[in-house]
C-alpha cells in the first residue's frame, strides 16, 4: 500500500459518513446518496495526487462532493423533464417513498420544503441547518462571500418558514 | 424537530460502505508511465525534428547578417546613396572621395579621333564632314 493509497483510506474512514449524510440531506434518497458518495470517492481517489495542500483537506473534499451533487440534481432536473414532470415533484415522491424517511409528518414537510429550494439555496441550507458549517468554511466550499451566503441562507429560511406555515429557525441565524 | 433522526440508513451500512470505498484503489489502480508508453515511444523522432529545426534556425540567424547581398540590391542601395548625398550628379569614384563628373555626352571631337584611330583617313573624314554639314 502506497502512501496515496494510505491517505485515501483515512480519508476514507473520516470523511465518508459525513459526506454520506450531506448528499443524502440533498438528493432525499438512501439509494441515489449510495452511488453518488461511490463516486465522489472514486473522485478524491483519482484526483488525491495533484491535491497539494494549499485549500485544507475538508475544504477541498466538500468542494469535490458538492459539485458532484450539483451536477447529479442538474442531471437529474433533465431526466425529470424528459418524463414529463418537474425536480420538485420528483423530490417529493422520492421522500415519501423512502423506507429510511424515519420523521413525522412535519419533518417530511420540512424536507419537501427543502427540496423545492433552488439547488445552491438548497446547498447553503443543507451546509448551514444540518451541517452546521461555519459561514467561512462554506465561503471555502462554495467559493462565495460570507456576506451572500447569510443573504441566500436567510432567503431560504424564508421560503421554508412560508411554506411550513411557522417558524422553525427561532433562535437561528 | 430533529435534524438528523428523521433519516436512517440501513443496519450496518456505514462500515459495509466503508469497505466497499476501501476497495477503490484496487478496482481503480493509478496508470504508472512506463518506457512502453507512446510518449517514450515517440520521444527519439521529436528530440530528431527538434535538434534539426534548432540547427536551422540557429544557422539562419547566424549567417544571414553575414550574407553578401544579391548585386541589383546593392546597385539599388547604391544609386540611393549617391542620389541621397548629391542630388546634383556627384558619382562614387573608387579611393578618391566624392567629385563631380560631368556627362557632356559624344562631341564631333571625340568622334573624328576615334575614327582617326580606327584608320580612316583625312581626305575620307572632310569628305564626310562635307556630307554631313560640319
Do not use: C
Not at chain 1, 462565495?144 to 436567510?154: D, F, N, Q, R, V
Request: aromatic share 12%; proline share 4%.
Amino acid at each position: 500500500m502506497d502512501g496515496v493509497e494510505r491517505r485515501f483510506n483515512e480519508i476514507v474512514k473520516e470523511y465518508s459518513e459525513r459526506v454520506y449524510w450531506h448528499v443524502r440531506r440533498l438528493v432525499n434518497n438512501h439509494e441515489d446518496a449510495d452511488d453518488l458518495v461511490q463516486d465522489i470517492f472514486l473522485k478524491i481517489w483519482t484526483a488525491l495526487p495533484s491535491f497539494r495542500g494549499e485549500a485544507q483537506l475538508f475544504t477541498w473534499i466538500w468542494r469535490i462532493a458538492t459539485n458532484e451533487t450539483l451536477n447529479w440534481l442538474r442531471r437529474e432536473r433533465v431526466r425529470a423533464s424528459l418524463r414529463f414532470t418537474t425536480i420538485d415533484a420528483e423530490m417529493e415522491r422520492r421522500i415519501d417513498d423512502d423506507p429510511f424517511f424515519d420523521g413525522d409528518a412535519a419533518d417530511r414537510a420540512l424536507s419537501k420544503a427543502v427540496a423545492r429550494l433552488p439547488e445552491k439555496q438548497r446547498q447553503v441550507f443543507v451546509l448551514r441547518y444540518y451541517d452546521e458549517m461555519p459561514y467561512e468554511e462554506m465561503s471555502a466550499i462554495l467559493g462565495t462571500s460570507t456576506g451572500a451566503l447569510k443573504a441566500s441562507y436567510h432567503i431560504a429560511q424564508e421560503k421554508v418558514r412560508a411554506a411550513l406555515g411557522h417558524d422553525l429557525f427561532s433562535g437561528s441565524d | 424537530m430533529s435534524k438528523r433522526n428523521d433519516i436512517s440508513t440501513p443496519e450496518g451500512y456505514f462500515d459495509a460502505l466503508q469497505q466497499r470505498l476501501g476497495e477503490i484503489p484496487a478496482r481503480n489502480p493509478r496508470k504508472k508511465v512506463s518506457p512502453s508508453g507512446a510518449f517514450y515511444r515517440l520521444a527519439p523522432y521529436a528530440a530528431i525534428a527538434a535538434s534539426f529545426l534548432a540547427i536551422v534556425m540557429i544557422g539562419s540567424a547566424v549567417l544571414r547578417p553575414t550574407a553578401v547581398p544579391a548585386e541589383d540590391d546593392t546597385w539599388t542601395y547604391v544609386s540611393y546613396l549617391a542620389d541621397a548625398l548629391d542630388p546634383d550628379g556627384a558619382a562614387l569614384v573608387d579611393g578618391a572621395g566624392w567629385e563631380v563628373e560631368e556627362d557632356e555626352g559624344l562631341t564631333p571631337d571625340d568622334i573624328v579621333n576615334y575614327l582617326l584611330a580606327d584608320g580612316i583617313s583625312v581626305e575620307h573624314l572632310n569628305y564626310l564632314s562635307y556630307e554631313e554639314g560640319y
